[in-house]
Antibody, heavy 119, light 112 residues
Framework: EVQLVQSGAEVKKPGESLKISCKGSGYSFTNYWIGWVRQRPGKGLEWMGIVYPGDSDAKYSPSFQGQVTISGDRSISAAYLQWSSLKASDTAMYYC????????????WGRGTLVTVSS | DIVITQSPLSLPVTPGEPASISCRSSQSLLHNNGFNYLDWYLQKPGQSPQLLIYLGSSRASGVSGRFRGSGSGTDFTLEINRVEAEDVGVYYCVQTLQTLSFTFGPGTKVHI
């Protein structure tokens, strides 16, 4: 069974750093791109970027370029989303999702990691 | 950048009746290979999004035949035949033509 298991909820202060994870199982993790999606409270879905765990090649949405770092670790079947200095506006649910193939959709999603940034 | 719009943004539905959501792209999503790079997702309350339709009209695995995607180029439609109570949630269309850089529409909230 394909699963994407995300790390637990985080509560941070502005200016702090954070790295959340998404661990895949039940399939060949290194052969599929993993995307990250933000959902602010009560708002819609926003595309952040995507990483190929096989070689850690990452692509970013222009809106998130320079704001976050997306990476992968093929040895432990994990993808990561990290911030060097959090802002209150980063408060959101963050989802990871597997891209089945070019144009074939995001077919498996994690349950999300809630990040709360508050002083 | 490709801009995606949806209408309506809120859609009251009646169980057993059909429903339809429109999605429009600022650029054609028709690839040279003949496929339209447009997905539909449903996010049920309190849940992660789930894939319904990819490449404009292909149903994802396990998705009910009541869901049908259609359209080409810049105009697309998601139709639900005989809405059920479990279909409530927010529906998003997403362009995937720009390789590895997707754009989500604003979402359409379907409610009873």
């Amino acid at each position: 069974e394909v699963q994407l298991v995300q790390s637990g909820a985080e509560v941070k202060k502005p200016g702090e750093s954070l790295k959340i994870s998404c661990k895949g199982s039940g399939y060949s993790f290194t052969n599929y791109w993993i995307g990250w999606v933000r959902q602010r409270p009560g708002k819609g879905l926003e595309w952040m970027g995507i990483v190929y765990p096989g070689d850690s090649d990452a692509k970013y949405s222009p809106s998130f370029q320079g704001q976050v770092t997306i990476s992968g670790d093929r040895s432990i079947s994990a993808a990561y989303l990290q911030w060097s200095s959090l802002k209150a506006s980063d408060t959101a649910m963050y989802y990871c999702a597997r891209q089945r193939g070019n144009g074939l959709g995001l077919d498996y999603w994690g349950r999300g990691t809630l990040v709360t940034v508050s002083s | 950048d490709i801009v995606i719009t949806q209408s309506p943004l809120s859609l009251p539905v009646t169980p057993g009746e059909p429903a339809s959501i429109s999605c429009r792209s600022s650029q054609s999503l028709l690839h040279n290979n003949g496929f339209n790079y447009l997905d539909w997702y449903l996010q049920k309350p309190g849940q992660s999004p789930q894939l319904l339709i990819y490449l404009g009209s292909s149903r994802a695995s396990g998705v009910s035949g009541r869901f049908r995607g259609s359209g080409s180029g810049t105009d697309f439609t998601l139709e639900i035949n005989r809405v059920e109570a479990e279909d409530v949630g927010v529906y998003y269309c997403v362009q995937t033509l720009q390789t590895l850089s997707f754009t989500f529409g604003p979402g359409t909230k379907v409610h009873i």
